[in-house]
């Protein structure tokens, strides 16, 4: 089973082991790159399977002052990723869903979970997809690495 935590000084040591392909190095971010963007808007969580951490991401809640799609009552995604060595394992839709459950009782004011993904990384989108989120036909185009789909998922 999976779950979702907010990262604590004890998760550094297995958070500095994770890793992404080259590849979605480039969707993604460095690690500390994805650090200095917490802010007291944008908490970081860890993905976790039997008290290793497998998973991270960060939840922004301004995320519409930055991205005029997101409602005031949107959660924004960002940064999500599942290390490497446990790609290929269903971790990533399945923590998706528990975010979601997460979101709903940590973010009680939020309604949905906002979230874009670069237009050339199918296998994350197909992953969103399967997770219950959705794209809505719409693009966003001031990312550094071209234009992204931007998709939602209700946490009502």
């Known amino acids: 089973m999976l779950s979702i935590e907010p990262l604590r000084e004890a998760h550094y040591p297995q958070l500095e082991q994770l890793g992404v392909t080259a590849q979605q190095l480039e969707f993604v971010g460095s690690l500390d ?9 944008v908490h970081p969580h860890v993905v ?3 008290d290793q951490v497998v998973g991270f991401f960060l939840l922004d809640i301004c995320y519409w002052y930055e991205h005029a799609f997101c409602p005031k009552n949107g959660l924004g995604l960002r940064a999500y990723f599942i290390a490497q060595q446990f790609q290929g394992l269903g971790y ?11 979101a709903r009782h940590a973010y009680k004011r939020k309604s949905a979970v906002y979230l874009t993904v670069n237009c050339r990384n199918d296998l994350a989108k197909a992953c969103y997809l399967k997770s219950g989120f959705v794209d809505t036909g719409d693009l966003y185009t001031g990312g550094s ?6 998709m939602r998922r209700s946490i009502e």
């Open 145 to 150: 690495v071209g234009p992204q789909h931007i």
């Open 92 to 102: 990533g839709a399945q923590a998706l869903d528990e975010l979601v459950n997460y």
């Open 48 to 50: 976790v399977h039997k």
């Open 33 to 41: 790159e994805i650090l200095g963007m917490v802010s007291d808007t």
